[in-house]
């Protein structure tokens, strides 16, 4: 009788461990919250590790909509590569690719490469992807959007491990000051599904 009770036992965790759902994080995300603390500014090492392993990074995410969104191509020990997308109006998005590097063991710092000729455009109802006149209007328009050098820290806020997502709080700095009406809060996506339902809003 107690072998029984003892094999039903084991069959009932068992059973309980298999219901138990597995960790959504890849273990070098785990460990980078593990390290750090809610409220913290974050190494930039540890920015570093989040960019490699996820899929998007929304901006003041609205159902979802982002403001804007960054999906990090290539990511070393001095900087990164990126792919910035975002409504340009309400009928055409656009992207293009940027560089930062990281300084001071904090900041990812704006490169003065020249994205501008990297700017592609497309329709916001159907994806199909504009050309000729109308993208050297769009790509006119931006030549002008130059200024100061930015860069970027990133304060821990909070994690969802079952929507596998992280929240940041990103806070520029411009000639060594940040203004919190500056501030966006970035919702880092590493759920590929997710992810790719993300959309722009205007």
């Not at 036992?9 to 980078?32: E, H, I, Q, Y």
């Not at 190494?43 to 998007?56: F, Q």
């Not at 997308?85 to 940027?98: H, K, L, S």
Request: hydrophobic share 40%; glycine share 6%; net charge negative.
């Amino acid at each position: 009788m107690e072998d029984k009770m003892r094999f039903a036992l084991t069959c009932f965790v068992t059973a309980l461990a298999g219901l138990t759902p597995a960790l959504a994080f890849d273990k070098s995300v785990s460990d980078v919250l593990q390290r750090m603390k809610i409220g913290k500014a974050l190494p930039i090492g540890e920015v570093a590790t989040l960019m490699k392993e996820s899929e998007r990074w929304c901006y003041n995410q609205e159902g979802e909509g982002c403001a804007w969104s960054d999906i990090y191509l290539d990511v070393t020990d001095t900087g990164a590569t990126f792919e910035i997308g975002n409504a340009w109006d309400d009928e055409v998005n656009v992207y293009f690719t940027d560089q930062g590097t990281f300084e001071d063991n904090r900041f990812i710092c704006e490169s003065t490469i020249d994205w501008l000729p990297t700017l592609r455009a497309a329709r916001r109802d159907d994806g199909m992807p504009i050309g000729g006149r109308e993208l050297w209007a769009i790509r006119s328009q931006m030549s002008g959007n130059t200024g100061p050098t930015d860069c970027f820290d990133y304060v821990l806020k909070s994690s969802d491990e079952a929507a596998e997502t992280i929240t940041l709080l990103q806070r520029k700095w411009t000639d060594g000051a940040t203004d919190e009406a500056q501030d966006a809060t970035v919702t880092i996506h590493f759920d590929p599904a997710s992810a790719a339902a993300l959309t722009w809003y205007f």
